[in-house]
């Protein structure tokens, strides 16, 4: 019976993990692309070095 | 599991990417005058899509909590295989997408692709997200059926034509996988991808009618016999369809997943988002300090202006971590900083 609970386990547990890293690589993924379209949208590096002058 | 706990937050658009695909994103970058150099981000999901795939993620992970429910304490054990028989509920599932809905789904893209006049980059991606899929579905089918072996058999393996044929095709596709990450231009990786996969598609029918062209320790075909006639009845007839319905929900829920990364991973390769940044940096009149240069690797000084970014605060005080706009010229570093 064991062997029965193991193959269980094995098949749901290893789909599971594997949606989860889907999930996570597309989140990074849509994470990446949207940081880089927004600096390519904003002011441009001296703006970023005056922004950082300011808080400082 | 946190199947549908995960769909929910892939269902969530980034605000950044525009989620109405050419013309948003040529909104957004246009303001920079570079619309030419990245092109338009890939469409994003809209809200009918991401419900779907809502939906999708949350009827698998139901449809398979009620597989195991029924599998496990509702359905009678076998005649003669007492409790283990209740592996033929994930077994059988698992080797159905592995064999005959991924490598379906993956030949016909890889046709589509090589034919001239449907040739388009999604049926290349396509295919290539449904063998990622399926090879992780034919290992598992090799696994639970090892397991189901030796406690049938005695042994955890057996060069039987079945599980011969199914290592061999779970190889195949492990090829498959390695030679998309050859490098090449995208029509050369996609054209040998689709070659690979027809080849590897030989042995699928090799796979199912090895039970039946030689004599093997492993069973029979339960349901789909040569005369289609069923060898499984009642509540586990029912079951077992329920795990086959589950499986597949699961499995196109996961190819919607990967097919969206790969379609984000094709952007940020062929769209030139880092030239298009390094355009800017070439622009300005000040110099870029995070030059990687022999003198200047990374430069972590205190003194420097890009140690604060105005859009992303770094992390934990005192923390020395370039997190200006420099690091986004490096995908590690972005990747690292999100985990």
Known sequence: VSYMYAGYAVAIGVLGLYALRLSVRRRRLERLVSSRLKRLAGPGPEAWAEDGRQER | ?339
């Open chain 2, 1 to 339: 599991m946190s199947i549908a706990t995960n769909s929910r937050h892939e269902a969530i658009s980034s605000p950044q990417v525009p989620a109405s695909g050419a013309s948003g994103a040529a909104d957004v970058v246009g303001a920079a005058g570079v619309v030419g150099v990245v092109g338009a981000a890939p469409q994003g999901w809209s809200k009918r899509t991401t419900n779907i795939v809502r939906a999708l993620g949350a009827a698998a992970a139901v449809g398979i909590a009620a597989t195991v429910w029924l599998g496990l304490f509702v359905t009678p054990p076998g005649a003669t295989m007492g409790n283990l028989v209740r592996l033929v509920y994930v077994h059988p599932a698992v080797a159905w997408i592995a064999l005959y809905v991924a490598f379906g789904i993956a030949g016909a893209a890889s046709v589509l692709w090589l034919w001239p006049r449907t040739r388009n980059s999604f049926f290349d991606r396509l295919a290539a997200s449904a063998m990622e899929v399926g090879t992780v579905f034919t290992g598992l089918t090799l696994v639970t059926g090892s397991i189901w072996g030796k406690t049938t058999w005695g042994v955890w393996w057996a060069w039987d034509a079945r599980l011969t044929s199914t290592a061999l095709l779970f190889v195949l596709q492990l090829g498959y996988l390695a030679l998309r990450r050859v490098p090449a231009d995208h029509e050369a990786r996609a054209r040998r991808s689709a070659v690979a996969a027809l080849v590897a598609a030989v042995d699928v029918p090799i796979v199912h009618f090895s039970v039946i062209w030689w004599r093997t320790l492993h069973q029979q075909a339960t349901v789909l016999t040569p005369t289609l006639n069923v060898t499984i009845y009642g509540s586990m007839a029912w079951t077992m369809l329920l795990g086959f319905v589950a499986f597949t929900l699961l499995f196109v829920w996961m190819l919607a997943i990967r097919m969206r990364s790969a379609a984000l991973e094709e952007y940020i390769e062929g769209e030139g988002l880092d030239a298009a940044l390094e355009e800017r940096w070439a622009e300005a009149t000040i110099d870029n300090p995070f030059d990687r240069t022999p003198d200047n690797p990374f430069d972590r000084t205190p003194d420097n202006p890009f140690d604060k970014v105005p859009d992303k605060p770094a992390r934990g005080a005192g923390e020395v971590i370039p997190v200006g706009a420099a690091a986004s010229f490096d995908a590690g570093a972005e990747t690292r900083r999100d985990q």
